[in-house]
């Protein structure tokens, strides 16, 4: 449910939405920034190093998946219908330089995947009785790209998956391809997600880069009261907006504003430590703008 509500402030119009009908748990949180990787990963964990250098955005340390033999991945225990796996990216040079896939069954594999999605020959292809390109801008070598994979249904009739792809060097995704059905084996349709790797093990690949890695599953809320902005409050003078939200401690919250109500940005992420949140954003000028607080990542 989604529910639209104006506020009228001095020069200033601001929106309302809020909706709470999903709850986010965190399979892998992993930013590398560490000297070992998470115990969020699953065995096998082959041919992946932690590397110092220009991670994303700036940060000192990434995780390299070396040529041929890399894999990295995790398990869904009992299954996952609804989850999402964002990450940002920097290829190298070679052939198959990227290849990510999600396994029906619970196991961290480089075959036998249901979504075999590749990035080579400057272009990004998933498997379906065959290779099919997909209307997705081809990556630079060595520069940074936010990468989200969101699956939707698994389990039930309408399975599907959506692909959501930075500009080079950005955070925010300027493209994407949605409700894609193009599966390699297994059944989505009758069988929840079990597993997703990162792999360099097929097609000469020269191994790729992963920084700032979180997957999450999406899960229905069984009572309690649903996810709503609380209180918004706009200061003239430092044009600043505070957003707060009724929050579920140890839950992550994706806040996104817009001022057309048609394209939306991600302006914040946070992980409530009670039962109210707050996100502040700065130099909002006069006119109208919107926020969303969802518990969920934004298709």
Not at 38 to 53: F, I, M, R
Request: net charge negative; charged share 20%; aromatic share 12%.
């Amino acid at each position: 449910m989604s529910v639209r509500l104006p506020l009228l402030l001095p020069e200033l119009a601001l929106a309302i939405l809020f909706c709470g009908s999903l709850i986010s748990a965190p399979i892998v949180v992993d930013d590398f920034e560490y000297i070992v990787l998470s115990d969020d990963w699953d065995n096998p964990v082959v041919n992946t190093d932690l590397e110092s250098g220009v991670g994303a955005q700036g940060s000192p340390k990434f995780a390299r998946i070396k040529p041929a033999t890399g894999i990295l991945g995790a398990i869904f225990e009992g299954g996952a219908s609804d989850f999402f796996v964002d990450c940002f990216l920097r290829l190298h040079p070679g052939e198959r330089q990227f290849n990510f896939m999600v396994m029906t069954r619970e196991e961290v594999a480089y075959e036998g995947a249901t979504i075999n999605l590749r990035h080579q020959g400057d272009t990004w292809w998933a498997y379906n009785g065959g290779w099919q390109e997909l209307p997705l801008p081809g990556l630079a070598v060595d520069v940074w790209y936010h990468l989200r994979i969101t699956c939707n249904g698994w389990g039930g009739s309408g399975a599907s998956y959506d692909l959501e792809l930075s500009d080079a060097g950005g955070t925010e995704f300027t493209s994407s391809v949605m409700d894609l059905g193009l599966f390699e084996d297994g059944d989505p349709t009758t069988t929840t997600a079990g597993a997703f790797s990162f792999s360099a093990h097929w097609g000469n690949s020269p191994g790729f880069d992963l920084d700032n890695v979180t997957v999450e599953t999406v899960e229905p809320v069984v009572g309690g009261p649903p996810l709503a902005i609380t209180n918004l409050e706009y200061d003239p003078a430092d044009l600043t907006s505070a957003i707060t939200w009724n929050a579920v401690p140890g839950t992550r919250y994706f806040v996104y504003a817009s001022s057309d109500l048609v394209n939306w940005e991600e302006i914040g992420i946070r992980i409530a430590s009670g039962s109210e949140e707050t996100l502040t954003e700065e130099e909002v000028s006069g006119g109208f703008r919107s926020y969303r607080v969802q518990d969920h990542p934004e298709p």
